[in-house]
């Protein structure tokens, strides 16, 4: 297939890059398909990269986490798929835009999931001024030594690739990647009104104690009244218990003899 014209360029190379070796038996069916146009396309495709160069993280820790967060100052682009890359500890990779102020989640992703391109869920306009964000959480509690930013397999990463597209006359403007490494703090929601309260474990077990006691004692008495009067009755020849009956609630005549056998007693 001719390609290039008259520019240096004459071939198109795929490479491959497998995360297990695969037997001499595999049979390998990777691949994609080449849609090619004579004519210009109005927009045309980009990819805005987030990549950690260096960060180092501690064993035995549940959540930790590396940041990333740049100025964008390039022509308007809109992100419409996102894709997640590390190794062994990441369990998230998320995207954010801070736009006039307001937080938007671009995407957000468990990178030991596959390997892929995964729509946003609507198409997210980036504008010069905007500020964008990447976080990647770890989980190192299996981990014996110190776990560090790297190129090998045994180090980890952080990638996250935003895909996007713009007016093909702007593409050689727009920033290709971000890679300062700054702290951010998430805004949080409306917080409920248990939440201040929630981390006082003393006035938590005082608060169910006094609810178990409250909705506890009344459902005890009416267990009780409910089995107490159904309950059968006896009266007493000589030294022997007879039973008489079991009052139906429904029965006037059962309601009139146990009256009348309860006042005689």
């Not at 390609?3 to 004459?10: A, F, L, R």
């Not at 390998?28 to 990819?47: P, R």
């Amino acid at each position: 297939m001719e390609v290039g014209g008259n520019s240096d360029i004459k071939f198109l190379v795929m490479e491959l890059h497998y995360k297990l070796k695969q037997p001499d038996t595999y049979k390998d069916k990777s691949g994609l398909d080449i849609v090619l146009t004579t004519e210009k396309t109005k927009y045309q495709a980009g990819i805005y990269l987030f990549m950690a160069e260096q960060g180092t993280f501690p064993p035995k820790k549940k959540n930790v986490h590396l940041d990333l967060a740049c100025n964008y100052s390039s022509p308007d682009i809109a992100v419409f798929a996102y894709r997640t890359h590390a190794h062994n500890y990441a369990t998230r990779i998320s995207g954010y835009l801070k736009q006039n102020g307001t937080w938007h989640v671009v995407g957000s992703r468990d990178p030991r999931l596959a390997e892929m391109f995964v729509r946003t869920k609507r198409v997210i306009s980036v504008k010069p001024g905007d500020k964008l964000y990447a976080r990647c959480e770890y989980d190192t509690t299996k981990a014996n030594k110190t776990i560090a930013i790297g190129n090998t397999h045994l180090d980890e990463m952080c990638n996250l690739y935003l895909m996007y597209y713009i007016d093909r006359t702007k593409i050689n403007s727009v920033e290709r990647m971000c890679t300062h490494q700054q702290d951010f703090t998430l805004p949080r929601e409306k917080e409920a009104w248990w939440e201040k309260y929630a981390s006082n474990k003393t006035l938590m077990i005082v608060l169910i104690c006094i609810i178990v006691i409250l909705v506890g004692c009344p459902l005890l008495y009416c267990c009780k009244s409910y089995w107490c009067d159904r309950r059968s009755y006896y009266k007493r020849p000589n030294d022997g218990f007879e039973k008489l009956f079991t009052p139906d609630e429904d029965d006037e005549e059962d309601e009139i003899l146990y009256k009348s056998y309860k006042h005689s007693y």
